[in-house]
């Protein structure tokens, strides 16, 4: 039964009469879900003398809705030690456990989205230490995630290309807008990747408090664009010294192609 209670317990539906007079049980506004472990954790701080804890858990409300509520109590006791009031102040946390559960399903799909991925995916704190790292860093750079955690991310970045690295991680944590950088990457065995590296800066109240980003191994690209590059330069050299006149036409965007010596003869 309760001894004293607040006028706006009315915020919950019901009177202060409804719970002075019984009617009401506090017991019957918890719910059942949480019953069992409320009860269970009052009577351990009980027995084991903790007079100050608190609790979290769902109230019902008279109509039927559902609150979460933080409850401060405090243990009141005789001259003897026994027990003879609980003293309780909550607070409707609901909205914050509604942004809490918000964020827990982002953090799940970002997980997810993380784990599958064949690119690696990593986030820093503001001192340039790795917060977290996808499991994709083994198969790409032959690290496992406990030897990239803790680590600054300038341990992974060739030397030669440290210091475009840091210049654009100070840009970033000072609110300056950095584009997609393409940088060598270390890997374990004293080798390294060309990689695209996408950056995601997380910010709250306009201070940066996290940057993520994603590195895509593109070694395979740059090689291949690279034996492109040669492979032009030769045809060119090839139709330079021909005496054939040589022309191209591209059907798909209706250019042509002709050789100097072709536009001598015609």
Known sequence: PMALVSQNVVQLGYTPAELLDGSVLF????????????????????????????????????????????????????????????????????????????????????????????????????????????PSVQ??????????????????????????????????????????????VLKKADAAIDAEINVIPLAHDGSVYEIQRVIRDITERKRAEQALLGSEKRLRQAVLVSRIGIFDHDHLTDTVYWSPQQRETY
């Not at 409300?61 to 909550?90: L, P």
């Not at 992974?156 to 840091?166: K, R, T, Y």
């Open 27 to 134: 017991a019957s506004m918890v719910h059942p879900e949480d019953l069992e472990r409320i009860g269970r954790e009052v009577q351990t701080n009980a027995a084991n003398g903790v007079d100050r804890f608190q609790q979290e858990y769902r109230i019902i409300t008279k109509d039927g809705h559902v609150r979460w509520v933080d409850d401060r109590t405090v243990v009141e006791r005789d001259d003897t030690g026994h027990i003879t009031h609980y003293q309780g102040t909550i607070v409707d946390i609901t909205a914050r456990k509604s942004a809490e559960e918000a964020l827990r399903r982002n953090e799940e799909r970002f997980r997810s989205i993380a784990e599958t991925t064949t690119d690696v995916i990593y986030r820093l704190k503001p001192d340039g230490s790795v917060n977290y790292v996808s």
């Open 139 to 184: 198969s790409v750079l032959g690290f496992t995630v406990e030897e990239t955690i803790g680590k600054n991310f300038t341990q992974f970045i060739h030397p030669e290309d440290l210091e475009s690295a840091v210049n654009a991680y100070q840009q970033l944590l000072a609110g300056r807008q950095v584009r997609d950088l393409a940088l060598r």
